[in-house]
């Protein structure tokens, strides 16, 4: 195994090659498309869960959507979304290109024709179903909120569908490394939610949010749609296409992991339920802020890194491969580092701010604030592990992240129930064991990633981390004071007050790490940091 140089040369920006520097600015300008589409994304999200929880409140109705939610998201990872970064985004990526333009439509034709029969099949068993398998979800509840929730899951299941055809939609585009469309689709997505609440909560009742999750689903597909100007779609039943079977050998290693991970999401799920019914709500109101960090930052770099990944053969070009992705794996720890110290110290006047009106109580404000608590250490491996296993992905390796998969759910499961009912800690004890999980599988992935391409020495990976974690001093500090100083001094009173208790002390923070990263020379930052302001500035006179 090759060795992990904790103290190796930072790799200036001014010593890099011409076409590496374009590489890294490419990267960076993707991720700055995704990123803005998250950041819209993830502030609708939020006000996307201010109205629910305005509306609703926490109560075991809540927790029986927030349990039953899943399931048009766990059939979509399973049959289309787990393809996505894992074989249908590196495939076809080989085709686009102006040359293979009427090629990469009539594979288009085939995946969206083959997709949307099986999907359709899927829709109606669930609905047939769904008396069977709710209860695998929700077996603690009792019977009128097990009513509630299979009630839900068929006004639901519908979504599946539409998810199916917008993920291969989205993957055309990622593909083609148009990436403005497929970062409109979740702002599009908590729109739609948002509204339909909005407009039929008074006659629906929590019935809204399942039919919210059709509309929104429904949004998300409209905002592609105006990305296919000019591609050719027929139907085609072509399932014997050569590219299909390299999509579904590719797949099918990561078919097992989805089964694996959507187990442990039942099994989850499952044993919250024999908590406290409230408990799926607190613990998705505290995971809701654990991914607009993870949106933000992991995803939104690891999606801009893939397709120029799965057009480098490691085995070839092992320096150009890794340089690549050390990149987007520096702008990772750069940002999220710093992201979790703040959730750290202003988790719970964010919560109040976002969370506590209407049926929502400080009662309830108090328990989302313990799970973030102990989500929390799982944030940063989270944020590293998925440009890991996207590595593997790129270079058509979806066996290793399968079993990687795989032994940190066996650590879930033998850490959960033993935290959550031998040890008394409740859901909470669900939350530790699912952090665990993910440290798990990230310190598994990076010893793997070791062993395949020859370490990460030399590429300045340990040396960012280090400065991000310094640099972060100063977001708790600041961060910490400023509240502590707000606290004492705003003459403001109810939301204005609440909204001034976190954005004073949340832009000290980021003054602060901006300062300190300066300082240490933490040149991903002071890439960030001049995008922009060239942004902001305005455009010169002509």
Not at 23 to 41: D, E, K, P, T
Not at 521 to 535: C, K, Q
Request: glycine share 8%; net charge positive; aromatic share 6%.
């Amino acid at each position: 195994m090759a060795q992990l140089n904790l103290t190796e040369p930072e790799v200036p920006a001014a010593g890099l090659e011409p076409a590496a520097q374009g590489q890294r600015a490419g990267i960076v300008r993707a991720a700055g498309i995704n990123s803005l589409g998250n950041v819209a994304s993830r502030v609708l999200g939020m006000v996307r869960g201010s109205v629910v929880a305005f509306v609703f409140g926490a109560s075991g109705a809540t927790g029986a959507f927030d349990a039953v939610q899943t399931v048009p998201k766990m059939v979509y990872e399973l049959l289309v979304g787990g393809m996505l970064s894992a074989a249908l985004v590196p495939v076809l990526s080989e085709y686009a290109t102006a040359e293979r333009r009427e090629e990469m439509d009539h594979i288009l034709s085939v995946l969206l024709t083959l997709a949307g029969a099986a999907l359709v099949l899927v829709v109606l068993v669930l609905e047939l179903g769904a008396r069977v398998f709710v209860p695998l979800l929700v077996g603690g509840f009792e019977a009128a909120l097990m009513d509630t929730a299979t009630v839900l899951t068929r006004i639901m299941v519908p979504a599946v569908l539409i998810y199916g055809i917008s993920g291969l939609i989205q993957a055309y585009h990622l593909a083609r490394k148009e990436f403005v469309y497929p970062a409109l689709g979740g702002s599009a997505h908590n729109l739609g939610l948002i509204v339909t609440v909005l407009v039929l909560a008074g006659r629906l009742d929590v019935s809204s949010l399942a039919v919210g999750v059709v509309v929104a689903a429904a949004a998300q597909l409209l905002v592609q749609l105006p990305g296919l100007r000019g591609t050719r779609l027929r139907l085609r039943f072509d399932w014997r296409h050569p590219v299909i079977r390299r999509i579904l050998k590719l797949y099918a290693p990561v078919l097992l992991s989805i089964i694996v991970a959507n187990a442990g999401i039942i099994i989850d799920r499952n044993l919250a339920s024999r908590t406290l019914p409230q408990a799926l709500t607190w613990m998705a109101r505290a995971t809701e802020l654990i991914q607009i960090s993870l949106g933000l930052v992991s995803m939104a770099i690891s999606m801009a890194v893939l397709p120029t990944l799965s057009q480098i053969d490691a085995r070839v070009e092992l320096d150009r491969f890794k340089r690549t992705f050390c990149g987007g794996l520096r702008l990772v720890i750069a940002v999220i580092i710093p992201a979790a110290v703040g959730l750290l110290v202003l988790g719970e006047p964010i919560i109040r701010l976002l969370f506590e009106h209407g049926e929502f109580t400080p009662a309830d404000t108090a328990q989302v604030s313990r799970a973030l608590l102990y989500y929390l250490p799982g944030l940063p491996f989270a944020a590293i592990d998925l440009p890991l296993v996207f590595a593997f992905y790129a270079q058509k390796d979806t066996v290793t992240p399968v079993v990687v998969g795989i032994v940190s759910v066996l650590v879930y499961l033998a850490v959960g129930p033993l935290l959550a009912f031998a040890a008394g800690w409740g859901y909470l004890g669900l939350v530790l064991a699912n952090s665990a999980q993910l440290i798990s599988h990230a310190l598994i992935m990076l010893v793997v990633f070791s062993r395949r391409f020859e370490g990460l020495g030399g590429y300045a990976v340990w040396s960012t981390a280090a400065k991000a974690a310094a640099a972060s001093l100063l977001v708790a500090a600041l961060s910490y004071g400023g509240h502590a100083l707000v606290t004492r001094l705003s003459p403001l009173t109810g939301t204005l007050n609440e909204a001034l208790l976190v954005a004073g002390p949340a832009a000290l923070g980021i003054l602060g790490y901006v300062a300190g990263a300066r300082l240490l020379r933490l040149e991903e930052i002071a890439t960030l940091t001049e995008m922009v302001r060239r942004r902001l500035s305005p455009a010169p006179r002509t």
